[in-house]
């Protein structure tokens, strides 16, 4: 199946998009109880990491040779840009559910992209309690890093969270585009989130050779948080990965998330409908 033109122009699209949200926030505040509910579960899945933080500054000096305000700053940078990916990206994991559900045959005949469709699948009001968390952390992490702070190093920060949320977009988004044609590979999507949750926060020369470089050039974890703060503290990366690479490492979230976007639109142009 192929997707139809959309007909609209991008001004145009882009208005209907916000419009969407604020619909779908609007209607879910109607019930103001299960609202707050979901806030409060998006906070308290991230309890594990400000536990995590609080033994790492209170019981530990550091890890790795890194100190314990320098792991602060890593786990600070994956928390936030995870974050930061629920909010605007989160939606595309439900992609196979749509799906099978054959939500996505009726997106195919709307005049906009099926992919932002997806994304406009519901507002993620557990994203609120996800973000407010995770801006505590980052806060903390970038306050005790003791980095001297000018505009190239605020920039490059900034830089380094869009990056990382880039990069989960794309894992996610290219398991999703396999899981189109082959159902079972969407059960890899949450393996690979909590893959990058759980080794993300942790600067990669505690891990075996073989790991890191999973993590490096497989699985881009690295490219989340460790590569930016290595870059942002000065310090040096890890056996096997190269200096320029650190340096250039919020760029690879970019290139990473067009190239699954184009594994998407492939994908797409050969999905045949939910009874195949």
């Known amino acids: 199946m192929v997707t139809t033109s ?22 879910q505040l109607e019930y103001r109880t299960e609202f707050c509910l979901t806030v409060l579960v998006g906070a308290v899945w991230q309890t594990s990491v ?15 040779g890194w100190s314990s305000d320098q792991v602060l700053l890593i786990a600070g940078i994956q928390m936030f840009a995870h974050s930061v990916f629920v909010l605007f990206f989160g939606r595309i994991a439900h992609l196979p559910k749509l799906a099978q559900q054959g939500m996505l045959d009726v997106f195919l005949l709307r005049p906009l992209p099926v992919y932002r469709q997806v994304l406009l699948t519901g507002f993620p009001v557990n994203a609120i309690g996800d973000l407010s968390v995770a801006a505590a952390l980052f806060g903390g992490g970038v306050v005790r890093s003791h ?27 290219a398991v999703s585009s396999a899981a189109l ?12 989130q909590e893959l990058i949750g759980t080794f993300g926060i942790y600067p990669l ?45 919020p760029l690879a979230g970019l290139a990473l998330y ?13 999905y045949t409908g939910v009874n195949g």
Request: aromatic fraction near 12%; charge should be positive.
């Open 50 to 64: 400000i536990v995590f933080a609080t033994v790492l500054l209170t019981q530990f000096s550091g890890v790795g």
């Open 205 to 249: 020369n505690i891990l075996p050779r073989t790991v890191r470089y999973l993590f490096t050039y497989l699985l881009p974890l690295a490219f989340v948080a460790y590569l930016p703060a290595t870059a942002l503290l000065d310090r040096r990366p890890a056996p096997g990965i190269p200096a320029w690479l650190v340096t250039v490492s």
């Open 181 to 192: 044609h082959y159902p079972a590979a969407s059960q890899w999507t949450a393996w690979l």
């Open 6 to 27: 959309t007909g609209l122009g991008a001004l145009e699209r882009w208005r209907l998009v916000v419009r969407i949200m604020r619909l779908d926030l609007r209607a």
């Open 147 to 173: 980095i001297d702070w000018g505009p190239a190093s605020a920039g490059y920060l900034a830089a380094a969270v869009v990056g990382g949320a880039l990069t989960e977009a794309a894992v996610v988004t």
């Open 258 to 270: 067009a190239a699954s976007r184009r594994l998407w639109k492939l994908s797409l142009n050969r």
